[in-house]
Protein backbone atom coordinates (compact mmCIF):
# COMPACT_ATOMS: atom_id res chain seq x y z
CA UNK A 1 0.00 0.00 0.00
CA UNK A 2 1.46 3.48 -0.92
CA UNK A 3 1.45 6.28 1.73
CA UNK A 4 -0.75 8.94 1.88
CA UNK A 5 0.00 12.27 -0.46
CA UNK A 6 0.10 15.20 1.49
CA UNK A 7 1.98 18.29 0.13
CA UNK A 8 5.35 18.75 0.02
CA UNK A 9 4.84 22.42 2.27
CA UNK A 10 2.46 25.01 3.22
CA UNK A 11 3.19 28.48 4.71
CA UNK A 12 0.98 31.25 6.20
CA UNK A 13 1.25 34.39 8.59
CA UNK A 14 0.35 34.45 11.98
CA UNK A 15 -3.17 34.26 11.97
CA UNK A 16 -3.98 33.11 9.09
CA UNK A 17 -5.99 29.83 8.09
CA UNK A 18 -3.71 26.91 6.49
CA UNK A 19 -5.33 23.50 5.20
CA UNK A 20 -3.15 20.53 4.83
CA UNK A 21 -4.60 17.60 2.30
CA UNK A 22 -4.13 14.28 2.29
CA UNK A 23 -5.26 12.07 -0.54
CA UNK A 24 -5.44 8.00 0.00
CA UNK A 25 -7.58 5.56 -2.14
CA UNK A 26 -10.79 3.90 -0.77
CA UNK A 27 -8.75 0.99 1.00
CA UNK A 28 -7.69 3.24 3.49
CA UNK A 29 -9.04 7.21 3.73
CA UNK A 30 -12.28 6.78 1.52
CA UNK A 31 -12.50 3.16 3.72
CA UNK A 32 -12.57 4.20 6.74
CA UNK A 33 -13.40 7.08 9.05
CA UNK A 34 -10.32 6.39 11.27
CA UNK A 35 -8.11 9.26 9.91
CA UNK A 36 -5.90 11.11 12.65
CA UNK A 37 -3.39 13.81 11.74
CA UNK A 38 0.13 14.00 14.00
CA UNK A 39 2.32 17.28 14.91
CA UNK A 40 6.00 16.41 14.73
CA UNK A 41 9.09 18.75 16.19
CA UNK A 42 12.72 18.42 14.81
CA UNK A 43 13.67 16.12 17.21
CA UNK A 44 10.26 15.04 18.96
CA UNK A 45 8.10 11.79 19.04
CA UNK A 46 4.65 12.59 16.79
CA UNK A 47 2.12 14.16 18.60
CA UNK A 48 -1.73 13.30 17.87
CA UNK A 49 -4.04 16.29 17.37
CA UNK A 50 -6.92 14.87 15.43
CA UNK A 51 -8.46 11.70 15.53
CA UNK A 52 -11.20 9.82 14.05
CA UNK A 53 -11.04 12.27 11.09
CA UNK A 54 -12.67 15.34 13.18
CA UNK A 55 -12.20 14.36 16.71
CA UNK A 56 -9.71 16.62 18.82
CA UNK A 57 -7.79 14.90 21.73
CA UNK A 58 -8.09 16.65 25.33
CA UNK A 59 -6.09 19.72 25.14
CA UNK A 60 -5.43 20.44 21.45
CA UNK A 61 -6.52 23.63 21.05
CA UNK A 62 -9.67 24.23 18.62
CA UNK A 63 -7.88 26.09 16.39
CA UNK A 64 -6.99 22.53 14.52
CA UNK A 65 -10.09 20.57 13.51
CA UNK A 66 -9.97 17.88 10.56
CA UNK A 67 -12.57 17.01 7.54
CA UNK A 68 -13.24 14.11 5.37
CA UNK A 69 -14.66 14.27 1.74
CA UNK A 70 -13.67 10.33 -0.56
CA UNK A 71 -10.45 9.54 -0.23
CA UNK A 72 -8.97 13.04 0.78
CA UNK A 73 -8.82 14.60 3.97
CA UNK A 74 -7.67 17.81 5.01
CA UNK A 75 -6.74 19.56 8.66
CA UNK A 76 -7.02 23.54 8.80
CA UNK A 77 -5.15 25.42 11.42
CA UNK A 78 -6.67 28.81 12.25
CA UNK A 79 -5.21 31.65 13.23
CA UNK A 80 -1.75 30.21 13.06
CA UNK A 81 1.02 30.55 15.57
CA UNK A 82 4.57 30.63 15.63
CA UNK A 83 4.38 27.15 17.94
CA UNK A 84 2.14 25.26 14.48
CA UNK A 85 5.74 25.69 12.80
CA UNK A 86 6.57 21.51 12.32
CA UNK A 87 6.03 18.81 10.43
CA UNK A 88 2.15 17.61 10.04
CA UNK A 89 1.40 13.77 9.13
CA UNK A 90 -2.35 12.14 8.42
CA UNK A 91 -2.45 8.71 9.16
CA UNK A 92 -5.24 6.00 7.94
CA UNK A 93 -5.97 2.38 9.18
CA UNK A 94 -5.42 0.33 6.09
CA UNK A 95 -7.00 -3.05 7.57
CA UNK A 96 -4.55 -4.76 5.49
CA UNK A 97 -2.51 -7.68 7.33
CA UNK A 98 0.64 -6.09 5.98
CA UNK A 99 -0.78 -2.74 5.85
CA UNK A 100 -2.04 -1.56 8.97
CA UNK A 101 -1.87 1.73 9.24
CA UNK A 102 -0.75 4.08 6.21
CA UNK A 103 0.37 7.20 6.74
CA UNK A 104 0.87 10.15 4.94
CA UNK A 105 4.24 12.14 3.34
CA UNK A 106 4.45 14.67 5.73
CA UNK A 107 3.83 18.74 5.25
CA UNK A 108 6.49 21.41 6.49
CA UNK A 109 3.88 24.15 8.20
CA UNK A 110 5.93 27.19 8.14
CA UNK A 111 4.97 30.62 9.75
CA UNK A 112 5.97 33.46 7.79
CA UNK B 1 0.27 9.88 33.10
CA UNK B 2 0.72 7.47 29.88
CA UNK B 3 4.39 6.66 29.61
CA UNK B 4 6.03 4.95 27.57
CA UNK B 5 9.91 4.43 27.06
CA UNK B 6 11.85 2.84 24.10
CA UNK B 7 15.52 1.48 24.39
CA UNK B 8 17.70 -1.10 22.41
CA UNK B 9 18.72 1.33 19.86
CA UNK B 10 22.29 1.33 18.61
CA UNK B 11 24.80 0.53 16.06
CA UNK B 12 24.52 -2.89 14.04
CA UNK B 13 26.22 -4.16 10.89
CA UNK B 14 24.47 -5.43 8.39
CA UNK B 15 23.07 -9.03 8.94
CA UNK B 16 23.11 -8.43 12.21
CA UNK B 17 20.59 -8.56 15.33
CA UNK B 18 18.85 -6.19 17.63
CA UNK B 19 15.84 -6.92 20.32
CA UNK B 20 14.32 -3.34 21.05
CA UNK B 21 11.93 -2.74 24.37
CA UNK B 22 9.08 -0.06 25.36
CA UNK B 23 8.21 -0.08 29.02
CA UNK B 24 4.42 1.12 29.75
CA UNK B 25 3.27 2.39 32.37
CA UNK B 26 0.53 5.40 33.65
CA UNK B 27 -2.15 2.57 32.18
CA UNK B 28 -3.16 -0.89 32.27
CA UNK B 29 -0.82 -2.14 29.55
CA UNK B 30 -2.55 -5.70 28.96
CA UNK B 31 -5.86 -4.04 27.83
CA UNK B 32 -4.43 -2.10 24.56
CA UNK B 33 -2.82 -3.28 21.46
CA UNK B 34 0.51 -2.01 20.65
CA UNK B 35 2.52 -1.38 17.93
CA UNK B 36 5.98 -0.44 16.47
CA UNK B 37 6.57 3.00 14.06
CA UNK B 38 9.59 3.93 12.43
CA UNK B 39 10.99 7.10 10.93
CA UNK B 40 14.27 6.75 8.65
CA UNK B 41 16.02 10.09 8.92
CA UNK B 42 14.83 13.27 7.27
CA UNK B 43 11.87 10.81 6.00
CA UNK B 44 8.25 10.14 7.19
CA UNK B 45 6.54 7.29 9.32
CA UNK B 46 6.16 3.71 8.39
CA UNK B 47 4.33 1.60 10.08
CA UNK B 48 6.02 -2.05 11.36
CA UNK B 49 4.46 -4.42 13.34
CA UNK B 50 1.11 -4.50 15.80
CA UNK B 51 0.45 -7.34 18.47
CA UNK B 52 -2.96 -7.43 20.11
CA UNK B 53 -3.26 -7.28 23.77
CA UNK B 54 -3.08 -10.77 24.86
CA UNK B 55 -0.90 -11.45 21.36
CA UNK B 56 -3.37 -13.25 19.98
CA UNK B 57 -3.04 -10.90 16.60
CA UNK B 58 -0.10 -10.30 14.94
CA UNK B 59 0.80 -7.95 11.70
CA UNK B 60 3.76 -6.90 10.05
CA UNK B 61 4.32 -5.00 7.35
CA UNK B 62 6.04 -6.52 4.15
CA UNK B 63 9.21 -4.28 4.42
CA UNK B 64 10.13 -6.66 8.00
CA UNK B 65 8.20 -9.67 7.62
CA UNK B 66 10.38 -12.62 8.35
CA UNK B 67 13.08 -10.83 9.99
CA UNK B 68 11.41 -8.66 12.70
CA UNK B 69 9.10 -10.36 16.01
CA UNK B 70 6.95 -8.43 17.91
CA UNK B 71 6.10 -10.03 21.41
CA UNK B 72 5.05 -8.45 24.48
CA UNK B 73 5.17 -9.54 28.29
CA UNK B 74 1.65 -8.20 29.76
CA UNK B 75 3.04 -9.23 33.41
CA UNK B 76 6.26 -6.87 32.65
CA UNK B 77 4.54 -4.07 30.80
CA UNK B 78 6.69 -4.49 28.12
CA UNK B 79 6.79 -4.44 24.57
CA UNK B 80 9.58 -5.59 22.41
CA UNK B 81 10.68 -5.64 18.72
CA UNK B 82 13.61 -8.51 17.56
CA UNK B 83 15.20 -7.59 14.60
CA UNK B 84 17.22 -9.96 12.80
CA UNK B 85 18.93 -9.93 8.88
CA UNK B 86 19.04 -5.89 9.53
CA UNK B 87 19.73 -4.06 6.47
CA UNK B 88 21.01 -0.19 5.73
CA UNK B 89 17.27 0.39 4.77
CA UNK B 90 16.18 -0.40 8.55
CA UNK B 91 17.85 2.67 9.90
CA UNK B 92 15.43 4.79 11.36
CA UNK B 93 14.01 5.51 14.98
CA UNK B 94 11.80 3.36 15.90
CA UNK B 95 8.62 4.52 18.03
CA UNK B 96 6.18 2.30 19.67
CA UNK B 97 3.03 3.47 19.93
CA UNK B 98 -0.08 2.43 21.78
CA UNK B 99 -3.53 2.32 19.87
CA UNK B 100 -6.56 3.48 21.96
CA UNK B 101 -8.71 1.02 23.46
CA UNK B 102 -12.36 0.96 21.33
CA UNK B 103 -10.69 2.61 18.50
CA UNK B 104 -8.11 2.37 15.84
CA UNK B 105 -5.92 5.76 16.78
CA UNK B 106 -2.15 5.42 17.83
CA UNK B 107 -2.70 7.94 20.84
CA UNK B 108 0.42 7.49 22.84
CA UNK B 109 3.69 7.64 21.66
CA UNK B 110 7.30 7.11 23.09
CA UNK B 111 10.07 9.18 21.95
CA UNK B 112 12.11 6.79 19.96
CA UNK B 113 14.68 4.45 20.12
CA UNK B 114 17.58 5.29 17.03
CA UNK B 115 18.46 2.25 15.00
CA UNK B 116 21.85 2.13 12.83
CA UNK B 117 22.75 -0.32 10.55
CA UNK B 118 26.10 0.21 8.85
CA UNK B 119 29.02 -1.54 8.18
Known amino acids: QSALTQPRSVSGSPGQSVTISCTGTSSDVGGYNYVSWYQQHPGKAPKLMIY???KRPSGVPDRFSGSKSGNTASLTISGLQAEDEADYYC????????????FGTGTKVTVL | EVQLVESGGGLVKPGGSLRLSCAASGFTFSSYSMNWVRQAPGKGLEWVSS????????YYADSVKGRFTISRDNAKNSLYLQMNSLRAEDTAVYYC????????????WGQGTLVTVSS
Open chain 1, 91 to 102: CSYAGSYTSLYV
Open chain 2, 97 to 108: ARRDYGDYVLDY
Open chain 1, 52 to 54: DVS
Open chain 2, 51 to 58: ISSSSSYI
